[in-house]
């Protein structure tokens, strides 16, 4: 070949580069919607008068541009779940961690790429517990002339799990905080923002799926519920996995799927079924006994053709504690053969972090009720994001990089009674600090203090490989063994099993302050939380650009 005829070559290629690569564009209006789900009116916040808010559908490679106008009452962020926000961690959303509130009437631009994932991510606000209506999907097709690692869907639908209370969530939220707080059940689960035919006054509205006999479609589930663990089950049909939180799986074929908060899980579902009505159904999962929400949320999967008005056909949902069914699910998961998913082999940083609740004495003769990371209960700064303390390096006051790598007692950490008598937690606002490209192996271990349950832990800004998880304590000399290192599942929330532990590696390439906390809004509002702060590499393409112009300060 010539050289002129390579240029020719090269130049078509970055054509077809640019040419593919789009800016999708969103203007989000957060404002007051008024809302009927189950029997009484609402007013809630949500985006663009949509209950979900809408949703984003780019390919990889394309570039993502949200205005969001904050035309309700309450301070706003949007987060961008599951985006790994590659040198635009200004644009991650987390409220006082990347960034200062969005104040009613102010507006403040989200701006990122979306390089090297695909699959089902969403869009949520990260403040208080507002994301309980402003939340939406966040879809990514591989680029085009790619296609999908499985048989091609006739269509594809989003199916967004939510909570529903009729209640103001930000009264909620304070109510969480104060001594001796019983949190207040939700009323309701909901498919798309509807909660099916099982309430009532919620007739007429159930959200409904025609499909046609012999045709493939892709449910691409996310669990948008603040605080509970879901199974997901659609009566007569299996389900095959083909991906979970926008990361590739080998196919996996099951009748359940269950899903922690933050998670998304991409299915493919054959119409192969007798033509009829089938219920699709959402209820809980809960690990730990105590008061919850256990209705069921359901939609409607209707044969094309068939005209009968028989009742759909309701599937058997595994039991709320079958802890055993949501384990095997969530273990049996594997990354997709021959992707180029890798797990790095050698490992910098070794963290064991104990996680769960605790106790601290507060008004009169009470109790408040705190969730910790190795006994810290994470306490957002007011005066200045994270961020913008990092980057200008002015951190003092607004948080100190000494969290510890370790616990700082060793103790039965599953044991009920070991744990009764180290409940008191304290609050402080540390973060670990990781050098640029290091790789980090956590464990993270589940206490009995408080109560012993499934927490979902996400880690924003990377996805991590999921090496292990058991129950019990982590036992480094045994368990190591047991990693799979070859094709291990990833994600960017994993639900640490019930009185159980998992282990987790990720390489830290992404310089900014991380968020890594507990997914179930509850736990989050009491501290359940800490960061990363990965500092600059020695390129500019390793290094945290300044922030943008309208960045909402405090
Ligand atoms: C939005 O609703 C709240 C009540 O929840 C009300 O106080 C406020 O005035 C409403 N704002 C607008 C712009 O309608
Ligand atoms: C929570 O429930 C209690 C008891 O029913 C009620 O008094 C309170 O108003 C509820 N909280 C909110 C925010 O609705
Ligand atoms: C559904 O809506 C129609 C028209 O709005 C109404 O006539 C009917 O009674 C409703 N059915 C139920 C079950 O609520
Ligand atoms: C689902 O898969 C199981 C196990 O392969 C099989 O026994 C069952 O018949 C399947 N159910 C349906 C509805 O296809
Ligand atoms: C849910 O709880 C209520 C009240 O505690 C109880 O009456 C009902 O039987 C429970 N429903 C299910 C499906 O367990
Ligand atoms: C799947 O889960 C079951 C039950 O937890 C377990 O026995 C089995 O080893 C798992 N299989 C794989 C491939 O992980
Ligand atoms: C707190 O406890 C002390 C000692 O038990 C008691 O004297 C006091 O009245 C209590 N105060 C309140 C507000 O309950
Ligand atoms: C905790 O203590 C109780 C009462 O002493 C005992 O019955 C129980 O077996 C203990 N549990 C564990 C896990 O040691
Ligand atoms: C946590 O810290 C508190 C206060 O410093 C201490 O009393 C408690 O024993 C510690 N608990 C654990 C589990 O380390
Ligand atoms: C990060 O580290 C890996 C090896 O651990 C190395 O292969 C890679 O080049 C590094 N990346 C950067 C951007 O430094
Ligand atoms: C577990 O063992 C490995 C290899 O021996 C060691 O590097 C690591 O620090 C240990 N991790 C923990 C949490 O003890
Ligand atoms: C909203 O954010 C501003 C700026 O951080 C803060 O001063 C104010 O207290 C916040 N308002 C509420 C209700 O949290
Ligand atoms: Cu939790």
Redesign the pocket.
Known sequence: MTRAMWLLVCTFMVIAFVASADVVKHTFRVGNLTVKPLCEEWVVVAVNGQLPGPTISVHEGDTVVVHVINESPYNMTIHWHGIFQQLTGWADGPVYVTQCPILPGNSYTYRFNIIKQEGTLWWHAHVSWLRTTVYGALIIHPREHRSYPFIKPNREFPIILGEWWNANVVNLEAESRLPGAAVNVSDAYTINGRPGDLYQCANNNTYTIEVVHGKTYLLRIINAALNNELFFMIA???LTVVGIDALYTDPY?T?VVVLAPGQTTDVLLVAN?TPGSYYMAARAYLSAPSQFDNTTATAILQYKGVTSVATPLMPVLPEFNDTPTAHKFYSNITALSGWGYEVPLHVDVHMFITEGLGMEPCGQNATCTLGSMNNESFQLPTKLSMLEAHFSGAVQGIFTDDFPDTPPLVFDYTNENASQLISTTRKSTRVKRLAYNSTVEMVFQNTAIVSVQSHPIHLHGFDFFVLAQGFGNYDNATHRSTFNLVNPQMRNTIAVPVGGWAVIRFRADNPGVWLIHCHLDVHLSWGFATAFVVDNGPTPSSTLPPPPADLPRC
């Open positions: 007569g049909h299996n074929t009748d079924a």
